[in-house]
């Protein structure tokens, strides 16, 4: 048989007959239009390749306009960690098309390093596509904002009994695999993901290590807002079930189970059951509560999740410094409230992207259109925005208002997480404000066909509220899991 054609450029590996994608430690089964795109980016190395060739690449004998092209692009520079303002890999070339950018070699010959009994067993087999913030549930501060400013990661505990937990060098390496776990480098968690599998390999049932893999990839998949969870779902259940199986009393696996319940299944039930169940394991763990006041917040359960906050703030009043009570007020209407208390933590805490995030957004639902552009352009600075294209949207911002600004963001397809999470799910809210429901409507439609995690706030976010007198919001929550798509979820 004829040796499968693959591509070698940076750390990875293409197998574009399987649409197999292998970074580092990693194998991903790509969507088959992202494998496409992937494919003709990588036979043309360097050269600008114009959007009518790449759509005739991708899509022959059809007709597809720009935006199918712009979100397989999107698609793909999520998978690879990519960023448009600072590209490693692809370059848009305004008005003309892409460039793909690192080296690349064509192969014809299997060089890719087998899998061993500890090696992944998942990633080249799942057949769920790329799907589309960072919730790191142990230890974060609201998983729709982003991770930094969380406290680091509590250590994974091991509650099996002494005579499974290795000791030597191997202990060590365990301990130097856990210390990397919520790490906001790629590379950190893929080493801690091959340290976890070493200690399998010389400490076969050791509950930790199975957890450590398990936490890193769902790390790895935090790292760009959970918009590839379903790919990582099989393998990390099976993780989970494993580490339960060896110690059904770890509290920690059941949390994670509850956020793969949540975010990877939208199965609701199951993950208030699982978050409820890791509480009762371990019920002076703080770490144990804020993910679960988000989820009941996803739910518009608003004065359930307020009463788990103030449990746990009530328990360790080291968790007032943390903006989900101002989640809690903007999501009940609250806005004065919610403004209040995030200036109240601006004024004593250390400086984070987060409160910019939460003033933005707050700016812009009281009409207070300065204080919305003021954080937008902090936002875009530290999201590396080219400067002229600051420069530019400041113009059109103080010539034509904050309408013409989002509606030109939406023009331009930023992809830039400037406060509205990723694409497609930024599109739209961009729509909303720049007051083009059509596009927000397309753009929602397009979150949930890639379940992207963000989607399950749209029933209790007040940005879209003027969105819900049109017949088609009602459709949009009929798609949504039970209770987060419910109306009645919000009074």
Known sequence: MEPPVHYVFDNARFFPREGRLRMGEDDLILEQKVSDLLHALCRRPGQVLTKTWL??????????NEDSLSVAVSKLRRVLGDRAAAPRYIRTVTGTGYIWLPETRHLTEETAR????????????????IVAVGLLVAAIGGWWVTRDGAPPSAPTTDQSS????????????LEEARERLGSDRPEALRQAIADFRSVLEQHPGTAAAYLGIAEAKLDLSGLTGHLDIELYAAEVHALLDRVLELDPGNARAWLRKAE????????????EQAYRHAIELAPDDPQNYLPYSEFLL????????????????EADPAWYRFLNMSF????????ERALAETRRLMSSEPDSEHFGRMLHRLGLLLDDDELAFEQLVLLMREESVAEDQVTEYSELYRQQGIEA??????????EANVGHYRPPIAWARYAVVAGRPDEAFRWLDEAVEERQPQILLVNVDPHYLPLRNDPRFAELLDRLPQRAGDPKSTN
């Open 260 to 271: 793969l319940y949540w975010l990877a299944d939208w199965d609701l039930p199951a993950a």
């Open 298 to 313: 996803s739910l518009g359960e608003f004065e359930r999740s307020e009463e788990v906050l103030q449990r746990l703030r």
């Open 114 to 129: 087998p899998y061993s009994a500890a090696g992944s067993r998942m990633g080249w087999w799942l057949s769920s596509g």
């Open 162 to 173: 002494a005579a499974s937990q290795p000791s030597g060098e191997v202990g060590r390496l």
């Open 55 to 64: 759509m005739e690449e991708i899509w022959p004998g059809r007709i597809v």
């Open 405 to 414: 600004l989002f509606g030109r963001m939406l023009d331009d397809r930023l």
């Open 328 to 335: 809690v007020y903007t999501m009940r209407g609250e806005l």
